[in-house]
């Protein structure tokens, strides 16, 4: 938990953070679900996820407005919900350092020295009060105005999602299985990244690019040379890990400059791939894809959870706003906008390529247009990922310290465990996933539809069931105890959180499906 960062921004620049957040390497990825799945139900199942991912996000914005109603309002012995002091509900950290204070990142690229769980706030006085979960007293409620009351609730304070679960919450396992599913879902995103850069670096540096669809792993990479593509993989595995595996036994940033440098290729390498496709449909040289084909469907679920995934940022996100009173309807913009993306790419992808692969770049390496455009897009996952990677790494590492200090109940580890293991625990799981395979569609289904979905629809609607379910028994003696309208989620109804509980279930059942469709 920490207070809101100083330096603050506007709808428009906050919208730009969420869309360059949620539209990533999942979209990659998509057209490949797409072409699986047939087009007409690939569009079915991406506006439901997008629906249902959306609806969570606003449970997270409506939670984050309790929980900051909870601590203005606990103060003893004032009237003024403004004056917090250290009298608060939970713990805070005054000396921890807002994460937008240094710079304005995105969910790989926030200040990511900072983990999700601030371990040291863990003292024991702070564990004691998270268990208890006292929320707002009966004589302290009744002494606000109705004006206060509302004034109680603005966000001031920024909660992760884990720490809202200490919160509100009363049994902790809820809290340990969170950053549990959040480590699993980064390591999963280590692998993904660590199979995307040596694969797309080997598919450009290996000859015969007009012939690359009909080329397996075991072919020779070079005419005459008997090295295999797998085992140049492997070799760009290897030189790519010793290279930026090591900033993960540091503390590293994204900063501006490198953002926005990442964001305009990201950019251009989309806008050159709608457009080159297009045009291979004009040439008649496009496809003519299924409609429908269940025996795909499965795998589609686990990449669309993972591409519209960023409710592990929104307080992030959405606290450095300078009015937050509209940050729903902001993100309903990002979403309707991300939605739109993927299904432009997504179809006119499929309409375009016979064959999509995993990774939607490597259809245009043997496709017929300028070599130029041919390496900047191949090379595009190896140009943007190789930054966020040593960033995802060191969220991932100081998580883990964070919950095994939890779990253990230690202040600290020793120095070869703390700057040594863990940091090696992070690099090499996803090393040992990304030798044994290079399938990046596979490790999206794995990381969206196992860790991703309990993240996406499961936590946000448990920790709104029992925010609200404080806020119910306050809100029946003192009715002007409610949420404000600008920050209660649009959908009230219980019976929605418990569709987010199964539709998580659902989500799970598909990923295990897929596994052996």
Partial sequence: MGAVPQSQFSYPVGAIFVFNLMVGTGSLSMPNGFGDAGYLLGVIVILIVCALSFVTVTFITESLAIANAAVSMKVHGTTNPRSTDDKLLIYQDPGSEPEFGRSHNNMSDRGDVTPLLDSRSHSQDSETNARSNPLVSLDDVASQSAFEYESAFEMRQKFEVGELCTLFIENQLWSVLFYFCISVYLFGDLAIYAAAVPKSVRDVICSNLSDYQNQTDDDPCWTGHEITRMNVYRCMLTAFFCTFGIFTFFDVAKTVPLQIGTGLIRWTSFVMMVVLAIKQIAKGKGASPKA???????????????????????????????????AKEMVLLDYTAALTFYLLNSIVAVFAF???????????????????CKYFIGLFPAMVLCTSFPIVAVVLRNNLKALFRQLLGRSGFPFVIDRIGFPLVCLVFPLIVAMITDDVSSLMTVTGGLSGAFIEFFFPALVVYYSRKKMHILAAQYPEFRVPTHYRSYFQSVWIVYAMFVWTAVCLVMTVISFFV
């Fill in 354 to 372: 016979r064959d999509l692969e995993d990774l939607y770049t490597e259809n245009f390496i043997s496709a017929d247009i300028k070599n130029g």
């Fill in 292 to 326: 429908v084909d269940f025996g795909g469907f499965f795998n589609l679920f686990g990449v669309l959870i993972y591409s519209f995934m960023c409710h592990h940022s929104v307080p992030t996100l959405i606290m450095p706003l300078k009015n937050k009173k509209y």
